[in-house]
């Protein structure tokens, strides 16, 4: 079956510490986006990539670093330069929007993580 | 700027009501797109329904109808006979393309809450 596999579910690091989030898609999508959502908020942009060996900044960038080395993987790395890093983190993909035009986005399962 | 507003924080109704979900959003772009979600407790967003400005006809899917409308920059989500399975977080949201990229902006979400 296509679609996005995040892992892992539940995360639990200690403070300081970097953590990778992995995000892998077989929709053979060309852009994949991450989201950061915290309780009772919408979804907040931090990162997308439209293809491969390129990506851009979102709303909230800073303290997260992401490669995109391949078309079906996109990892985030939460650093320790995030002063707040707990959080529900969703990857998501969708056609590649181009210019004028923009395609629905498909969403893993999500990977909480509990930064202590 | 774009932005959406979902001004119901949270909606409880009984089996079998119908409800709607307000959005309402801002942009000052001719083309853009609007989009529904759901959110079950698991977390994983559902797509529901991706909208281009350009088309005002209402739609139906099942017991699930949209009805979008310029004059007031409102896309409303209505269920009709509601069911325990539609519990769950639905969040709007508008990607406005302009003549460059855009991403996808969300609002703050809408839980319903659905009793037997």
């Known amino acids: 079956d296509g679609g996005i596999t995040q892992s892992p579910k539940y995360l639990f690091r200690k403070e300081g510490q970097n953590v990778t989030l992995s995000c892998e898609q077989n929709?053979?999508?060309?852009?994949m986006y991450w989201y950061r959502q915290d309780p009772g908020q919408g979804l907040r942009l931090i990162y997308y990539?439209?293809?491969?060996?390129?990506?851009q900044k979102g709303d909230i960038a800073e303290g997260y670093s992401v490669s995109r080395e391949k078309k079906e993987s996109f990892p985030l790395t939460v650093t320790s330069a995030q002063k707040n890093p707990t959080a529900f983190y969703l990857c998501?993909?969708?056609?590649?929007?181009?210019?004028?035009?923009?395609?629905?986005?498909?969403f893993g399962p999500g990977t909480r993580l509990t930064v202590t | 700027a774009q932005k959406v507003t979902q001004a119901q924080t949270e909606i409880s109704v009984v089996e079998k009501e119908d409800v709607t979900l307000d959005c309402v959003y801002e942009t000052r772009d001719t083309t853009y797109y609007l989009f529904w979600y759901k959110q079950p407790p698991s977390g994983e967003l559902v797509f529901l329904i991706r909208?281009?400005?350009?088309?005002?006809q209402n739609e139906i899917s099942g017991r699930y109808s949209w009805n979008f409308q310029k004059s007031t920059s409102s896309f409303n989500f209505t269920i009709t006979a509601s069911q325990v399975v539609d519990s769950a977080v639905y969040f709007c949201?508008?990607?406005?393309?302009?003549?460059?990229?855009?991403?996808?902006?969300f609002g703050k979400g809408t839980m319903l809450l659905v009793s037997p």
């Open positions: 998501a993909s969708s056609i590649d929007p181009g210019a004028g035009e923009f395609y629905e986005q498909y």
């Open positions: 949201a508008l990607s406005a393309p302009g003549s460059g990229y855009s991403t996808l902006t």
């Open positions: 909208r281009n400005s350009f088309d005002e």
């Open positions: 990539s439209q293809i491969v060996n390129d990506f």
């Open positions: 929709l053979n999508h060309d852009a």
